[in-house]
């Protein structure tokens, strides 16, 4: 309420101070669609968190592994309660960038090791990330401390570092079973600090050392998703 | 496994993060009485807002308003602006209103054992109303109390003073004149007397303030309009949220009042990083597919390649305007009306480029063009882009090289289809009057319609016309007593028009001398009040962050209908000259500060220099001052002494959290008069070509990869 009551106001001022109504340029945003981002961005709260029923979830899983032979991947964002079949829409080197499957939205993330290292169009980004030292100690399900840095945005567009040091525990095998997914699991558990605060992430590997699924805090304003690979 | 994560905890908690102690070296959300940011109530405080906070204060007691603008500068200097007004203090008006100045400096940090001490001027220069100086110390106690002393000269030195130092020139109705000056040998002279006070957290949101006031509003109780039976006051401040609080205030045990604060800070958008949707990713080439030339032989290939790439733009909203392709390298020119970070223009150019140009491109330039011409070349190695896609930010910018397009060489003609290219918008206006003291107050509101027509490279005819709808501009009745040609003075008769008025319609033509200079010629209705020529030559290499520019301006005043007639220069002040321009220097300090100097003739023919200081945020944010300082002797000049004043621009992306290049700007002036007063010309060089060189493309190069 406090952000959009103050946005709001400051609309207000500078909408008479200097938009324009119609216009055929890109440069001028006109009221209208002033109006609209706002809306949006109010929408956008979190709050009322949408269930998203789990029938529905299988179904478009199923019809995404018929769909295609590529790598699939389901992400849910705890903060909002979004969840999205992902498909990969390109590589480069060790990393995959993954958008939405069966939709053009232009919003995405890159995934290293099958762990999320940035994300593009959802607001608050992170940019990009560190974690070499991650994959290594996950990947042997080793327990120790390793450093991680996140990379935002800050309200200057400069890149903000939080450098994370993390404490790997690995806990007992588990079955993972995710679209054509069937296999046996180690659970490791990694909790963070950084100067501004803490965060308790898990990674779920596989005997051959592939991370099949994981929850990652992703900064302040994207919370945690959870990335489940579907194959 | 216990055993390990415990050990693994104690380590984490032995990595010794940072702790944030005294790190904070007291700040406040609060404003005080004055609009300044501190605890207590009338007296000051060493306390800071955090960096950038931009804060609007309006109180309001028995017969005093005061509305006051602060700014902290820099994280020890804070700035403010003041407009107050008393009722029936003044022998001749009923409310007498004052335009204030306030400084303050953080000389030492709070440490463990010691406070914050600040020095601090109020209303040093004006009128001298609210004069006066002081040396305050502040230190907190625990998270929640704050105890602060000082010493104050001045109004803060008037009640129950504790000893004089030197002399100092008691305030006056008659003497107050022109004001404006600086009255540097009064500062900490006469008597002075210690105030102090503390503030108390009761809660997060709840601040209880006490304070021994040193201020014994002489002039006031003389003028029987204020009573102080005591020296205490108090207050109760309400932070409603981030961006407001409210405050209730008792002073001197005979009055109560009321004040409101709204501030921001413009360090904070409305989301970090922007809500825009994803950039397409960096399609990464096969193994030694970069030698394959056979697309070069194709016939119609490079027609198709040209083609999907200016529809790949346009789905980034990148208007391609012309295109060379070589076997090995490929050069765009880039019309960016979208991004305000040029950085993000770049980055989303390149990865478009990466997709659809042929393997064997390998190095990739980007042309950014403004007005018509060439402003900077980029160029990016397509390796390095695939190579540095995921890597830290900072990284593509080592890799970046920006060179001036006229020293780079050859770059690609315009596509036919791109001129002539015809723009409009039609949108609401607003136009205010400040501080007039028969309604501090004034507004018009009515719709206005620009035009820009772009006949060809560098070539812009643009118009702007404006209907009044409503508002009491007209009603402002300035009895103009100006003994200077009446360049600005006459603001209000060009206000009483009810028809549509032509705000400006000229042609213009931007060019490129040589490299690292840039021209313009611009003709016709310039701005509401000159007609004429201006012509600017602006010297500014890419990579630079000084720049050189000299102006020159023939120039006649228009009808106050702003219509297409004329009027005499003979003013009852004088007859304004013909000519007028301006040599100037611009130059990054690359702190966040930018400073410009401006030397020349005025339009009233008056011959000086004007200096201007803002504070420019990397989004696009900026506060500033300015004060021009000409031969006219401050009794010509009249109230004020000089011209000076505040400019701010707000970038409406800040607000929408989308990329635009629109923002808002404004100048306050305290007073308007005809000494030191510029022409108002569309599409300065600086401007126009700046946001395309390195020092400010760096400054928000984290969007090059968003």
Redesign the interface.
Known sequence: ???I???L???G???????????????????LS?GK??I??RR?QPGAKPQVDDGIVQREIGRALQSTDGPLALMQIEGTGSVAVLRV?????P?S?W?AWGTS????V?T?GGVI??T??L???L??S?INGLLTMVSRRQ???ESQVL?????????EETLA?C???PGPRQDYAAGALRLQATRVDV?C???TGTFSNYYLVSQNGRIVKSRTWLGE?LGYFTLSHLR | MIRTSTRVLITLGLLGLPGLALADNLKTLTTNNYGVPGGLIDMPTAESAPDGQLSTNVTYFDGFYRATLSFQITDRLTGSFRYAGTEGISPTFSTYYDRSFDLRFRVFDETDWTPAVSVGLRDFVGTGLLSSEYVVATKSIGDRLRVTGGLGFGRLGSYASDGSIGSRAPFSFAQAGTGGQFNVDDWFQGDYAFFGGVSYQATDKLLLSAEYSSDNYDTAQAAGVLKRSTPWNFALSYQINDGMALRAFALHGEEFGAALTFSLNPKTPSVKGGTELAPLPVAVRGPRSAEDLGWTTQPGREKAITASLENSLQQSELDLEGVTLNARSAHVRIRNEKYDATSQALGRTLRVMSRELPASVEMLHVTLIENGIPASTMSFSRTDLERLEHRPAREALAAAQFSDTLRFGDYPDPFPEVYPRFEWSIGPYLRTSLFDPNDPLRLDLGVRAKGKYHLGSGWVLSGSVGQKVIGNLDEAAQPNNSQLPRVRSDTALYNQTDEPFLEHLTVAKYGRLAPDFYSRVTAGYLERMYAGVSGEVLWKPVNSRLALGAELNYTHPRDFDQQFGLRSRVTPGGTIPEFNGHVSAYYDFGNGFHGQLDAGRYLAGDWGSTITLDREFANGWKIGAFATFTDVSSSQFGEGSFDKGIRFTVPLSWLLGQPTKQKASGVIRPLTRDGGQRLEVDGRLYETIRGSHRPEVAKSWGKYWR
Request: net charge neutral; charged share 25%.
């Open positions: 309420m406090t952000r009551s103050k946005h106001l400051a609309a001022l500078i909408a008479v101070l200097g938009l324009t109504a119609c216009t055929n340029t890109r440069q001028e945003s006109s009221i002033v981002s706002l949006d961005s956008a829409i390109e590589t480069n080197g990393h960038t958008a939205e232009r919003r995405s890159s290293r290292t940035s593009r169009g607001g608050t980004d940019m990009s560190s327990d120790g401390i990379r935002h945005l800050d309200g200057e567009n400069q890149i040091y404490a790997f525990t909790y600090k950084s100067d304003g």
